[in-house]
């Protein structure tokens, strides 16, 4: 079935090293993505988001890209910090049929860990 | 600005036991409201979605339901619980646009 995924589970990096983290969908009908940050024990953060009629997008020391042609999401986080360390989740609006449809589909999440 | 909360933060509650987890939100306006529920290590499941007051959308059948008796307040319930309840509880809110901000969670076991 259609889903958001990713490409790797885990990621450990060096502090000071820029990650990227990857995430594939395969709804060609979905309209906006977003990135989470989720620490253990809390909620999800809001991190950054893009919507279909961009490639790229970006904010304080992250930049998430776009690639519609291969169905691919990515979020880049520049000089990676110890508190960077947590759960990142990308997730998607897959379009309205209909009426409004502000739901989103979260992939199953990367564990990002940086190592001092 | 915007804060939500969620209570309680951690729950023990035996098998059939009933159950009631509540969200508000503060700071805004006919928000959209959301329950996700989050295995251990996992994504997040959407449960419920609700636009409007005593307008609640169920995306999966399971043992829980929803009310929302005010604008700003999202309730999730059981009559009954069981085992595979057990889980966190998420509840988000968003408006104007589809990106959603979520509250502490509630850290339910169900033994």
């Known amino acids: 079935g259609e889903s958001v995924g990713l490409h790797l589970p885990t990621l450990s990096v060096q502090e000071g090293d820029n990650s990227i983290i990857n995430c594939a969908y395969s709804?060609?009908?979905?309209?906006?993505f977003i990135w989470y940050k989720q620490e253990s024990g809390k909620g999800p953060q809001f991190i950054i988001d893009i919507r279909s009629n961009m490639d790229k997008r970006q904010g304080q020391r992250v930049t998430v890209l776009l690639n519609k042609t291969v169905k691919h999401l990515s979020l880049q986080i520049a000089a990676t910090q110890p508190g960077d360390s947590a759960v990142y989740f990308c997730?998607?609006?897959?379009?309205?049929?209909?009426?409004?449809?502000?739901?989103?589909?979260f992939g199953k999440g990367t564990l990002l860990t940086v190592n001092p | 600005s915007q804060t939500i909360h969620q209570w309680p933060a951690t729950l023990v509650q035996p098998v059939g036991s009933p159950l009631s987890l509540e969200c508000t939100v503060e700071?805004?306006?006919?928000?959209?409201l959301y329950w996700y529920r989050q295995a251990a290590g996992r994504g997040l499941q959407l449960l419920f979605y609700?636009?409007?007051?005593?307008?609640i959308s169920s995306e999966v059948p399971q043992n829980l339901s929803a009310s929302r008796p005010q604008d700003r307040q999202f309730i999730l319930s059981s009559k009954k619980l069981l085992l595979s309840d057990s889980g966190f509880y998420l509840c988000?809110?968003?408006?104007?646009?589809?990106?959603?901000?979520f509250g502490p969670g509630t850290r339910l076991t169900v033994t």
């Open positions: 700071g805004t306006s006919n928000p959209n």
């Open positions: 709804n060609s009908a979905s309209d906006y």
């Open positions: 988000a809110w968003s408006v104007r646009g589809y990106e959603q901000y």
């Open positions: 609700s636009v409007g007051i005593g307008q």
């Open positions: 997730a998607e609006n897959r379009g309205s049929s209909g009426g409004s449809n502000y739901k989103l589909t």
